[in-house]
């Protein structure tokens, strides 16, 4: 699993993201040029490992989703949260 300093850089990686910590040290990453009203990339990353991206619109991730729309990505690999923030934006983009 990786550790909340490896998904955050793996996040900061995505220039057209913007960061914002609340005041309970979560992270949240917003797409502002998205052209639907949706803006939240991913949120709640925790030092857990913890977080979620939006994944409503990615088909190979619909037996996965959580009822607002976004996958838990608590337990995935570098390659695999580059991948679904990828189609994320990609998705937001299309919708």
Do not use: W
């Not at 030092?47 to 994944?55: D, I, K, R, T």
């Not at 619909?62 to 996958?71: A, F, I, P, T």
Request: aromatic share 14%; charged share 30%.
């Amino acid at each position: 699993m990786l550790s909340l300093a490896e998904k955050r850089k793996i996040l900061q990686s995505f220039e057209e993201l913007r960061e914002k910590e609340d005041h309970l040290g979560r992270f949240f990453y917003y797409y502002d040029k998205s052209p639907s009203r949706k803006k939240i990339v991913a949120r709640e990353f925790v030092s857990s490992g913890n977080g979620y991206v939006f994944g409503k619109y990615i088909t190979e991730y619909h037996n996965v989703l959580y009822q607002d729309g976004s996958v838990c990505v608590k337990n995935f690999s570098a390659d695999e949260l580059r991948s679904i923030v990828e189609k994320a934006i990609d998705s937001l983009n299309r919708n």
